[in-house]
């Protein structure tokens, strides 16, 4: 049996989301761990190292900020700059079975050369989406001015009157890993004044190895062992794309009928493929009933973006 300080070097850890607290404190966490997920991504696209190591943080800053205002919906993370990495987007939908589904793509030129989110996307912004099942949709932008997708998140929660929130994040070829610690608004249960910063500095002890492949509650007890602890059931966390053949005819639809007729006329059928997941959708003649279909359902019904 291993000993329970040792690190996985095999990648058998669970993809999830852990949620904790600390007694007579206004302090709250989140830990996130992705294994499998992050794979799933990964090996639908042949990313350089520095890409891959910026879309795990990004995947990981989804979860945990999903899990952090306990979204029902979608939260999206698109990151658009300027460099090289022309794009970087990380998705977390909530609801599905199984647990929470987790997409990623990155659009880049040529072989980049940069290695950090400042050298590869060379400024730009990052958009944070908040899109609830029932509710109204809200948008957050973030310049990426700093060296860091952990820097320019924390900028963003200093800066738009959010909570005060630490980030850590990190991410290799395996494995993608994220802790954040958020202090709650001041009340009456809370005898301990010291308690953010102290919680701080522990975290902030963290190596980006534990983070990422030490076993989840080995982890909070090599930071927290003095603290009074309390943590809850995790969340699990998988890969999944939310793409389908509705979504596709529907998007396919917006072109209109006499040019998918044209269309179909010139090359026989008309074939796309989704960049998220890499899913090939062939429609032919014989599906433009559904496809002009699909066009009246969807504006009938659904006034929303996807
Ligand atoms: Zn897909």
């Not at 050298?119 to 860091?148: C, S």
């Not at 320019?152 to 929660?157: A, H, K, Q, T």
């Not at 802790?179 to 001041?186: D, G, H, I, S, T």
Request: charged share 25%; hydrophobic share 35%; net charge negative.
């Amino acid at each position: 049996m291993a000993s329970s300080t040792k690190i996985s070097s095999k990648h058998t850890l669970p993809d999830q989301v852990q949620r904790f607290l600390f007694d007579n404190t206004a302090v709250r966490g989140e830990l996130v761990q992705l294994h499998q997920s992050y794979q799933e991504v990964l090996i639908r696209h042949n990313y350089p190292p520095a890409i891959e190591k910026l879309l795990g943080e990004l995947l990981a800053a989804v979860a945990l900020l999903t899990a952090t205002v306990k979204l029902e919906g979608t939260l999206t993370l698109e990151a658009r700059g300027q460099g090289e990495v022309s794009l970087l987007m990380a998705e977390c939908n909530t609801g599905a079975q199984g647990g929470d589904q987790l997409r990623a793509i990155a659009r880049y030129q040529g072989e980049p050369t940069g290695q950090t989110l400042a050298e590869l996307l060379n400024g730009g912004q990052l958009v944070i989406t908040l899109d609830p099942y029932e509710g109204q949709r809200y948008q957050g932008i973030v310049a990426l001015d700093q060296d860091t997708l952990m820097a320019c998140l924390e900028g963003y929660f200093a800066s738009s009157e959010q909570l005060p929130t630490k980030l850590w994040l990190a991410a290799d070829s395996k494995s993608a890993g994220g802790l954040l610690l958020q202090k709650l608004p001041e009340d009456a249960r809370n005898k301990d004044s010291d308690a953010w910063i102290r919680l701080g500095h522990l975290a902030a002890t963290l190596t980006n190895e534990e983070l990422l492949h030490l076993e989840q509650n080995e982890l909070l007890h090599r930071l927290f062992h003095e603290e009074t602890l309390r943590t809850f059931e995790p969340h699990t966390l998988k890969f999944g794309c939310t793409c389908s053949r509705e979504r596709i005819a529907n998007a396919l639809a917006s072109l209109g009928e006499e040019e998918l007729k044209e269309a179909l006329k010139d090359k026989g059928e008309l074939a796309t493929q989704c960049h998220f997941c890499n899913t090939h959708y062939v429609f032919t003649k014989d599906d433009l009933p559904e496809l002009l279909n699909e066009k009246t359902i969807e504006t009938q019904t659904s006034p929303r973006l996807h």
